[in-house]
């Protein structure tokens, strides 16, 4: 049995207390199971580093984060304080420079949640959003002409590559091949004639070789009036970078809320560690009032044990929040009473019930 070290980046907001049940659950998992054996090693990262030396991370955070087996992080950025794109400025690095190009987000409504779509149940509400995470429209091309001008022009170039769209519908028709083998990709390739129809070509050329998976194309504004309209028709959806991001929260909230939203950025190849993570941001509005749903947090951790090989631990983690929040275990935001520290209670009650 080897030993996993974990990077544990808390982060801002509610990170540090949503991460730290999802540690507790990790800890009792691994206390009481043979198969994996976890160190994890907090990283004092984020806007109160950056409020004491003008940084967000050390210079070399890269190099610290390497050798790690995987990153578990909270959530980053406090608006007020410091503008977003500089708190994310580090996650994008760690994402392109890991080549974490697989971000992998679940949405599915658990029994005992209500959805914001008034007349679908859990049976209609299970998919996966996988975006490609290391290039399109987050890749940083581009600049500033006559900045604070009248007539300032700015750049922003997106860039999609036959290797990067290849990768990343193959996973997804790996993904789909273990769940309800549908693939639906989205693009915006009638109005984008360049980098999406490049993705239609390659998905057209993939069909032929996974002809055990039904395919579907859809532009990105019809995929997400049919996630609200019907989204028991989708399964397994591969989606660029920025058209991802979009859908996955809409996700998160059709499968009852952000604070259900777990995603992990992952390097299948192994080469460099993956990272995992809740979907939910950093939320300073609520931030030290012991509130935050812990879930997607939790949830989180347990895709990195499925990732470093613990299935069963994973699967005993997920049966553990499925019977809390069936119970009506809830935060405020599921409707509840309980804390954070509550909620992390009862699922930790339940991991072997």
């Not at 989708?234 to 809409?250: Q, R």
Request: net charge negative.
């Amino acid at each position: 049995m080897s030993t996993n070290r974990i990077a544990v980046y808390s982060g801002d907001g509610i990170g540090p207390g949503v991460i730290a049940q999802a540690l507790r659950v990790l800890n009792a998992v691994q206390h009481d199971c043979a198969e994996l054996t976890l160190e994890f090693e907090p990283l004092d990262w984020g806007v109160q580093r950056w409020e004491r030396t003008g940084s967000v991370v050390p210079d070399d955070f890269l190099d610290i984060l390497r050798p790690f087996d995987a990153i578990l992080l909270g959530a980053v950025g406090w608006p007020d304080k410091i503008p977003d794109h500089v708190t994310l400025a580090p996650l994008v690095a760690i994402r392109q420079t890991f080549d974490q190009y697989a971000c992998v987000r679940p949405a599915r409504l658990y029994p005992g949640v209500r959805s914001v779509l008034a007349d679908k149940g859990t049976d209609d509400i299970d998919f996966v959003v996988i975006r490609e995470n290391s290039e399109g429209e987050y890749v940083n091309n581009g600049g500033r002409l006559r900045r604070g001008q009248p007539d300032e022009v700015t750049i922003q170039t997106a860039l999609h590559t036959r290797r990067g769209v290849d990768r990343i519908l193959r996973y997804g028709f790996a993904m789909a091949r273990t769940r309800r083998s549908k693939l639906t990709m989205i693009t915006k390739s009638n109005a984008q004639a360049y980098a999406y129809v490049l993705w239609d070509e390659i998905l057209e050329e993939l069909s032929a070789e996974f002809t055990d998976v039904e395919t579907d194309r859809q532009h990105c504004d019809a995929a997400a009036m049919n996630l609200v309209r019907r989204p028991e028709s989708f399964d397994v959806i591969v989606a660029s970078n920025l058209f991802g991001d979009l859908l996955t929260d809409l996700g998160g909230v059709i499968g009852g809320g952000l604070g259900l939203a777990a995603s992990t950025n992952t390097n299948p190849e192994r080469n460099f560690p993956s990272m995992f993570e809740p979907v939910h941001g950093s939320a300073p509005d609520i931030a030290g009032q012991g509130i935050a749903n812990p879930v997607a947090a939790i949830l989180s951790s347990a895709m990195m044990l499925d990732h470093l090989g613990a299935a069963s631990s994973a699967q005993q983690v997920r049966r553990a929040v499925e019977k809390t929040l069936a119970e009506g275990c809830h935060t405020p935001d599921l409707g509840g009473t309980l804390t954070t520290e509550q909620v992390g209670d009862a699922v930790l009650e339940r991991l072997d019930a």
